[in-house]
């Protein structure tokens, strides 16, 4: 009977001290300032060290060729209408012809390709890093719906997610050759950077972007690592690399971890070196903005970032540490250093994620509308003014990790039991109805009087405020679709913001909603 890894302190502060040893409401968004900083030039255009020419065919009539018999799918797909559209029905049948569209939608081209996509932009030091977090967890919510009922072509989306994660890994600043040095840690951090305005130009890596890519390499380990046989050995050997490269992140992004037995929170702060900007003006037309950023990260060295970065991470967390628990991955070694992953796998981290929810849930204000409906309203971070109400695209990025958490949470607290923690992640029911209603009764706009008034628009803040044709948060439903599971009118109303024409738009559907859609559509 296997026996869970309890470390004495002297060994922790051993690891510690051999280790290569963000944010504010203003500044949540990891995209580069329009003023930008001057990079080394580009190398030679190169293809990606990751071969992925054999892992994703192409698309044939909708079906993955080389994968297998996709069970029901020899014919061409029937004639596609325009544009895509998400319906009511959820047969086994039904749900693999919408899975073939949605690959053909996004996923057109071949793993190679995008392998070596990612791989220029990392090459040419512009990274859509929001844009492959939000592929990578589409790949995930794909691979769970269909394996239940066509596993062969589940697995085209599960295979396409370790190229990306692969792609992802081979480009992390301390693998680079050269290691790329943060200057705001001192070393090469297991992480992502680059150049930003509003870091004096500095190279800067934080947890936020971490959480996005290392989420991608946990959750295809975690998938792999329940069912090992179910594999080829190259997934299985790619699901061990994978769950360490996650843990010697979270190890590296420690320092920046506020994480004390006596205190009930968790969370990540941004780090200290934040303090040593000087935030100089810009020769440009957004100086005002980049200097007035630059600012906010300044002050906010030492305190606790965003809770939707906090959460980015967490969910990475939680499918770190059941790929981690897992028989693959505790007897793939047995040196010393492999004992240290798994305690901070398995020991450390659940009660980071127990811990950093409590954080996040004490923080949400709960009211109480005219007819004694609840709901919440919430800051985007603690510190905020009143006025820094979190908004809606934000708060899904929250929901959508804190539904990954649901999904582990059993698991997780299993963890935490037998390795003698008090501590549980404390997901309930009244929670997400109270998050349904913020969305079903104050971001949801439909004027039933006025025709021509605000029809399936959401509003950009969770208040209810910033709502209009124009502008508006209808792209951003995604992390919201899982509150389905608690209220069936939450898939109903997203599915209706998604497809609301928009202003010089057919609708607002992209890789995440769509997924999202098609993942939670049993719960409508």
Same mark, same amino acid.
């Given at each position: 009977?296997?026996?869970?890894?309890? #470390?004495?302190?002297?060994?922790?502060?051993?690891?510690?001290?051999?280790?290569?040893?963000?944010?504010? +409401?203003? /500044?949540?968004?990891?995209?580069?300032?329009?003023?930008?900083?001057?990079?080394?030039?580009?190398?030679?255009?190169?293809?990606?060290?990751?071969?992925?020419?054999?892992?994703?065919?192409?698309?044939?009539?909708?079906?993955?060729?080389?994968?297998?018999?996709?069970?029901?799918?020899?014919?061409?797909?029937?004639?596609?209408?325009?544009?895509?559209? /998400?319906?009511?029905?959820?047969?086994?049948?039904?749900?693999?012809?919408?899975?073939?569209? &949605?690959?053909?939608?996004?996923?057109?081209?071949?793993?190679?390709?995008?392998?070596?996509?990612?791989?220029?932009?990392?090459?040419?030091?512009?990274?859509?890093?929001?844009?492959?977090?939000?592929?990578?967890?589409?790949?995930?919510?794909?691979?769970?719906?269909?394996?239940?009922?066509?596993?062969?072509?589940?697995?085209?989306?599960?295979?396409?997610?370790?190229?990306?994660?692969?792609?992802?890994?081979?480009?992390?600043?301390?693998?680079?050759?050269?290691?790329?040095?943060?200057?705001?840690?001192?070393?090469?951090?297991?992480?992502?950077?680059?150049?930003?305005?509003?870091?004096?130009?500095?190279? !800067?890596?934080?947890?936020?972007?971490?959480?996005?890519?290392?989420?991608?390499?946990?959750? &295809?380990?975690?998938?792999?690592?329940?069912?090992?046989?179910?594999?080829?050995?190259?997934?299985?050997?790619?699901?061990?690399?994978?769950?360490?490269?996650?843990?010697? %992140?979270?190890?590296?992004?420690?320092?920046?971890?506020?994480?004390?037995?006596?205190?009930?929170?968790?969370?990540?702060?941004?780090?200290?070196?934040?303090?040593? #900007?000087?935030?100089?003006?810009?020769?440009?037309?957004?100086?005002?903005?980049?200097?007035?950023?630059? !600012?906010?990260?300044?002050?906010?060295?030492?305190?606790?970032?965003?809770?939707?970065?906090?959460?980015?991470?967490?969910?990475?967390?939680?499918?770190?540490?059941?790929?981690?628990?897992?028989?693959?991955?505790?007897?793939?070694?047995?040196?010393?250093?492999?004992?240290?992953?798994?305690?901070?796998?398995?020991?450390?981290?659940?009660? /980071?994620?127990?811990?950093?929810?409590?954080?996040?849930?004490?923080?949400? !204000?709960?009211?109480?509308? $005219?007819?004694?409906?609840?709901?919440?309203?919430? %800051?985007?971070?603690?510190?905020?003014?009143?006025?820094?109400?979190?908004?809606?695209?934000?708060?899904?990025?929250?929901?959508? $990790?804190?539904?990954?958490?649901?999904?582990?949470?059993?698991? =997780?607290?299993?963890?935490? +039991?037998?390795?003698?923690?008090?501590?549980?992640?404390?997901?309930?029911?009244?929670?997400?109805?109270? &998050?349904?209603?913020?969305?079903?009764?104050?971001?949801?706009?439909?004027?039933?009087?006025?025709?021509?008034?605000?029809?399936?628009?959401? $509003?950009?803040?969770?208040?209810? $405020?910033?709502? %209009? !044709?124009?502008?508006?948060?209808?792209?951003?439903?995604?992390?919201?679709?899982?509150?389905?599971?608690?209220?069936?009118?939450?898939?109903?109303?997203?599915?209706?913001?998604?497809?609301?024409?928009?202003?010089?738009?057919?609708?607002? #559907?992209?890789?995440?909603?769509?997924?999202? =859609?098609?993942?939670?559509?049993? &719960?409508?």
């Amino acid at each position: 009977m296997r026996t869970r890894t309890q #470390l004495p302190n002297v060994l922790l502060a051993a690891l510690a001290m051999s280790a290569c040893a963000v944010s504010t +409401e203003d /500044v949540e968004s990891t995209e580069q300032a329009i003023c930008a900083c001057p990079s080394p030039p580009p190398p030679v255009p190169r293809p990606s060290p990751v071969d992925c020419s054999d892992v994703v065919p192409p698309m044939s009539h909708g079906r993955p060729l080389g994968a297998g018999p996709p069970s029901g799918v020899d014919a061409p797909l029937p004639p596609q209408t325009f544009p895509t559209y /998400v319906g009511d029905a959820n047969t086994d049948a039904i749900i693999k012809q919408d899975a073939d569209r &949605f690959w053909a939608e996004h996923f057109y081209m071949t793993g190679q390709e995008e392998v070596d996509s990612i791989q220029q932009a990392f090459d040419n030091y512009n990274v859509p890093a929001w844009e492959y977090g939000s592929r990578a967890a589409a790949l995930v919510q794909m691979f769970d719906l269909l394996e239940p009922i066509d596993p062969a072509r589940a697995y085209v989306y599960l295979s396409r997610l370790r190229c990306i994660a692969d792609a992802l890994l081979v480009n992390r600043d301390d693998l680079r050759d050269p290691p790329i040095v943060d200057s705001f840690h001192g070393r090469a951090v297991a992480g992502w950077g680059a150049y930003g305005a509003d870091r004096d130009c500095r190279w !800067n890596t934080d947890v936020v972007v971490a959480g996005l890519y290392t989420y991608a390499m946990a959750a &295809f380990a975690r998938r792999v690592a329940d069912n090992p046989s179910a594999f080829s050995e190259e997934d299985r050997e790619a699901a061990i690399r994978f769950t360490t490269a996650t843990v010697q %992140s979270y190890f590296d992004y420690r320092d920046d971890l506020h994480l004390d037995e006596h205190d009930r929170w968790a969370y990540f702060k941004a780090p200290t070196g934040y303090a040593t #900007l000087t935030c100089g003006l810009f020769s440009c037309d957004e100086a005002e903005k980049v200097q007035k950023t630059c !600012n906010a990260y300044k002050n906010g060295a030492d305190h606790t970032i965003a809770y939707n970065e906090n959460m980015l991470f967490m969910k990475a967390l939680a499918e770190l540490a059941l790929a981690a628990d897992s028989t693959l991955y505790r007897d793939s070694d047995d040196s010393l250093i492999h004992a240290f992953r798994i305690y901070y796998a398995t020991y450390e981290a659940p009660v /980071v994620i127990a811990k950093n929810f409590t954080f996040f849930e004490d923080h949400l !204000n709960e009211k109480t509308l $005219s007819d004694g409906t609840p709901y919440f309203e919430w %800051s985007s971070q603690l510190g905020s003014p009143t006025k820094n109400i979190e908004d809606t695209g934000h708060a899904s990025v929250t929901l959508g $990790s804190l539904a990954v958490l649901l999904d582990d949470k059993s698991r =997780l607290d299993a963890l935490l +039991e037998a390795n003698n923690r008090t501590e549980r992640v404390a997901l309930s029911r009244p929670l997400f109805e109270r &998050f349904a209603n913020t969305f079903l009764r104050i971001i949801w706009k439909y004027d039933y009087q006025d025709p021509s008034g605000l029809r399936n628009i959401l $509003s950009i803040i969770v208040d209810g $405020s910033l709502a %209009s !044709n124009a502008k508006n948060a209808n792209g951003n439903c995604a992390g919201w679709i899982p509150l389905a599971q608690f209220n069936p009118w939450m898939w109903i109303r997203c599915r209706d913001a998604t497809f609301h024409p928009g202003v010089g738009t057919a609708n607002y #559907l992209n890789v995440d909603n769509h997924a999202a =859609l098609l993942r939670y559509r049993q &719960f409508r």
